[in-house]
């Protein structure tokens, strides 16, 4: 092979790995924006929204590739995802405020919930 011949093979296979590697940051930045939307979404379950958030984020930071900066559609899903890992929190703190308020501890809650699923169902927990 000549020596130009080989030149604009290993441009191509460059150009090549260039493209595919854009593709998979592109692939990446749409799965990210897929998991904050249902992380979002599921924003009331933290066991799902955490770990949601979590992924997405960090397909966010990968999707940029060799790219110094991240792009406003990276920065999207970053926000949503951080907007859902702060309204989990939030909602879980209020959520065991409120049975802390209501029933005046947890365990409180709990005893009142079995029986009164006991006298729903006929059935202990």
């Known amino acids: ?3 130009s011949i080989k030149f604009k093979f290993l441009e191509g296979s460059v150009m090549n790995n260039k493209l595919t590697s854009q593709v998979i940051s592109l692939k ?5 924006w897929i998991l904050a939307f249902f992380a979002l979404l599921s924003c009331g379950v933290i066991y ?3 770990p949601l958030a979590a ?13 110094k900066t991240l792009t406003k559609a990276n ?3 970053l926000c949503m995802s951080i907007t859902a ?4 929190t939030v909602l879980t703190i209020f959520m065991f405020a409120f049975v802390i308020n209501q029933y005046g501890s947890v365990d409180a809650f709990m005893n ?3 029986t009164l699923y006991y006298n729903r169902f006929g059935v202990e927990l």
């Open 112 to 114: 009142e919930f079995e």
């Open 28 to 32: 990446m930045q749409r799965a990210g």
């Open 75 to 77: 920065i999207w899903v």
């Open 48 to 50: 799902v929204s955490v």
């Open 85 to 88: 890992i702060v309204l989990s």
């Open 55 to 67: 992924i997405a984020i960090t397909l966010s930071f990968l999707s940029r590739g060799e790219v």
């Open 1 to 3: 092979m000549t020596d």
